[in-house]
């Protein structure tokens, strides 16, 4: 498969409800055709995901800070790496990149910003919550923070 | 008569030494609470005209009442007119209760109608409208605060908003108009 370069690596940001319901999945440099496999790598994850959570059964995420709601990689493919965070109200996020040298520093600061930008989005009292999410505005803020990773 | 600038910076000063006075609230509870009040009254009426007049009528009924507070807690003596009025109620009475004031603009040349203009909004924190909401008035509670306030110092005045920065204006703006002075009853006024 050609390397396409995408906006800094990153590939797919999105956001996954408590029920692993998608509420919104973003890509980055891919065609339509190529974004549908990125619902489909995310939902994948989520198995990784739970299989990460029953480790740590018992406490509520976020206990330890976020270094608790940090998951880390959660799948490393051929072409990308797929890194997950998931909210201490049980929301998660991740981070689909094909860039084999990203940080893991750079990593976790994505997701304390996508988190940042998720928890004000909540807060508009027209959104129903864990409902899909098409805010333009939620959009801008995902895509500039992606872009201020290149 | 040109509304004298040495007054216009008094109710500046007045509405901060206001402001730092009062108890404060974490401004997300307030911006919260408004928030959830408004997408409740839409989900009640369905309608967003009739949510624009709940909101003004909620507004009135606080307008009454505030008054009394306010003008006990600000130090501001009664006013002399709807020039005056409109002055105190944009630099000391909306400083003291949202914590921002706002620029008194566009006098006619009767100076019975101006604009209060606001470039910041604590209750919008957070909020977006779509589509669905475009004819919706947010903030309308404070046209109705306007409103019950001044009927309460005998003027009658038509209070509405022609700019929001939530529908994409750079500012928001209320339009204020006077309609006509209320007489006073007079305490012995029988036959």
């Given at each position: 498969?050609?390397?396409?370069?995408?906006?800094?690596?990153?590939?797919c940001a999105?956001?996954?409800?408590?029920?692993?319901?998608?509420?919104?999945?973003?890509?980055?440099?891919?065609?339509?055709?190529?974004?549908l496999r990125f619902h489909f790598v995310v939902h994948t994850s989520l198995d990784v995901v739970e299989e990460r959570l029953q480790t740590r059964k018992g406490s509520p995420p976020g206990v330890g800070g976020l270094s608790d709601l940090y998951l880390g990689l959660l799948c490393p493919t051929d072409d990308y790496k797929v890194y997950g965070y998931i909210t201490n109200t049980?929301?998660?996020?991740?981070?689909?990149?094909d860039d084999i040298d990203i940080k893991e520093a750079d990593i976790k600061s994505?997701?304390?910003?996508?988190?940042?930008?998720?928890?004000?989005?909540v807060?508009?009292?027209?959104?129903?919550?864990?409902?899909?999410?098409?805010?333009?505005?939620?959009?801008?803020?995902?895509?500039?923070?992606?872009?201020?990773?290149? | 008569l040109p509304f004298p600038i040495r007054m216009a910076k008094n109710y500046a000063r007045q509405g901060d030494a206001a402001f730092a006075k009062v108890d404060k609230i974490n401004a997300e509870l307030l911006t919260l609470t408004y928030g959830s009040m408004?997408?409740?009254?839409?989900?009640?009426?369905?309608d967003v005209e009739e949510v624009n007049k709940q909101l003004e009528k909620m507004g009135y009924n606080i307008g009454l009442r505030l008054v009394d507070e306010f003008l006990a807690k600000s130090g501001v003596s009664r006013c002399e007119g709807f020039?005056?009025?409109?002055?105190?109620?944009?630099?000391?009475?909306?400083?003291?209760?949202?914590?921002?004031a706002a620029e008194v603009t566009n006098w006619n040349t009767t100076t019975t109608e101006c604009s209060l203009v606001l470039?910041?909004?604590p209750l919008n924190d957070f909020v977006e409208l779509t589509e669905q909401y475009n004819a919706l008035f947010y903030s309308n509670i404070l046209c109705g605060v306007i409103r019950g306030a001044l009927e309460m110092v005998q003027m009658r005045v038509e209070c509405r908003f022609v700019k929001c920065q939530l529908r994409g204006d750079d500012v928001s703006e209320m339009r204020i108009t006077l309609k006509e002075m209320i007489p006073e009853a007079y305490a012995g006024d029988e036959e």
């Open positions: 498969h050609p390397h396409r370069p995408t906006l800094m690596g990153v590939t999105a956001v996954v409800g408590k029920g692993n319901n998608p509420l919104y999945v973003r890509t980055f440099g891919v065609s339509e055709d190529e974004a049980n929301a998660k996020l991740f981070l689909v990149t994505f997701f304390r910003r996508f988190h940042a930008a998720f928890v004000d989005f807060c508009n009292p027209f959104y129903s919550m864990d409902t899909a999410i098409t805010s333009a505005s939620f959009d801008r803020e995902v895509v500039q923070l992606a872009r201020s990773y290149q | 408004v997408s409740q009254l839409m989900k009640d009426f369905e020039k005056d009025a409109v002055e105190i109620i944009a630099k000391v009475g909306l400083k003291m209760f949202l914590g921002v470039t910041e909004n």
